[in-house]
């Protein structure tokens, strides 16, 4: 079921190209206030960054004067239409930005836990600017993001842009508004078709250009990037002439016609599902050629609802029975110059629309249609059934997905002021957790509610779906990976009083019952926002050699004072910890792992922060 969802709505990709990071070579001119290094850290109550030697990180250390607009770094790339992906890093309290052709702004800010957003804040496309408006009015038509999607001071979060650059005639008069088509910070969609009637605030010039340099701002504060990737779409598109048609009736689920002749014929500029008269019951086929630019390999992307197939110089590229909205796709090199399609559809069933697509599309160019734009039907709207927070936790029950698998056994936990959790009920470990928005229940409520999952609607850092209380012989023996019915028994769970912001608020406590011992599993909002505080509660005997795995990732860092930063820097932990009670970070199994003995304790408490 899973693998139909990619189908029916498949995830964005794009081919990109690596930006390195061993040295300067990519920027013009860099300020002193940037190098390269091979790590970096923080912490959420830092105003600094910490640097260790090495490759792979651009980082701005800001170690000059604020606003010297000389420590902006300038891409020697220069682009229109772009694809961006990037992972970036700030202390508390910094400012940076993305400038799309030195001229068009995504904001870079710490706007972690502010409520209200607008548009100078993380994520937001900057406002534009004009004194002329008057004191009070200078900055206008700016864009906020849509929520809140940044995470913690000196955790890493990840931007993606796609943007269309205005576009000119031949003697510069601008014929199309630069474009945003879509933003998305840490997995969130922030914007989307954000039309722009001119540069925002600090742009390198108020005139508009066809292309111009990425561009970074340097001089408000510090900054760390990595992993800047992107696919520029500069390359020579194709033609197509015009195509012939002919069109039959009957059923011709085979794509054979035989010595059956064509109902109606003809020329049309691109090939239409318009020319099908009937709802059911035909066969269209279509014959054109392709005038293709230059010799690359060339992706070819085919929908219809019933079958089809599309031949490329007789070569079959798609074939097969699908809907309309299943994306098929088949590539071939194809050589500078003229080729031949042929494109035939049958549809020989009432139900289900009527439609026909057909796209090619290679790296560095946008995907063009082969077929009329109004040959598919559009999008079918489906409504967005959400599960909203107010100020009592919320429970929902429903199917997770967690990685490839769908956990049929689950809950998710609204918690008031905007922290969630999902939680494995025959595990007792958590899934994911995340900040913003509560639950997408579109896929468990809408039509027949299938495959029954639910989703977060928000910035999500993923946890590893273990109990976190285990027996080991010493702190090297393995950590159980999962618990059979024997060794944990879920005893269900109850609403509680707990005293949160001067109120008296049920939260769940879960309980358990783990090779004898009584456990319960309570998970509370920090009292600052900051994350989530979790409680655990045993009667386990004084001597017992009882552990704790608070965090499991790539990398666990210490960052003093017993925080640690987990899975490079991905989310924080805070630990209540002792010197009877030390915490240790091992590996294990290609992992690293934050283990505490609990011997002589009853309650764990320890804090998940991004």
Known sequence: MKKLLFLLFPISAFAQTEIPLNDLGAFKNPSTNWTIVGGISGDYQATTLTSTEGKGILYGTAKGAKYQANDDLFFKLEHGDIKLSLDFMIPKGSNSGVYLQGRYEVQILDSWLKKEINDGDCGAIYHRWDEA???????????????????????????????KAPTFDASGKKLTNARFNKVTLNGIIIHENIELLGVTRGAVSPKEAATGPIRIQGDHGPVAFKNIKYEVFDKAIATFSPTTYEYYQGKYASLQTGNAKPVKTGTAAQPTMKLAEAKADFLLKFQGKIIIPETDNYTFTTNWTGTGALLIDNDTITKGDHWYSENVQGTKKLSAGEHTYTLIHAKDFGWGPKALGCFIERIGTAKQGITERTSLPEPEATPLIEVKVGQEPVLQRSFVFYGDKKKTHAISVGLPYGLNYSYDLNQGGYLQLWRGKFLDATQMWHDRGEPQTSSPMGTTVNSNDKFPLAFLANESAAFPDTLTKSDLKYKGYRLQKYDFAGQQIAFPDFMYEYKGIKVKDTSLPMANNEG????????AGSDSKLYALLAEGITITNIGNNRFAVDNQQYYVQVNASETNKVIVRESNGKKQLLMPLAGLKELSYQLIF
């Open 133 to 163: 408006r008057g004191a009070g009015n200078e900055g206008y038509e700016g864009h906020a993001p849509r929520q809140n999607a940044v995470k913690a001071p000196g955790l890493w979060n990840h931007l993606e842009i796609d943007f």
């Open 532 to 539: 989530i505080s979790r409680r655990l509660s045993f009667d």
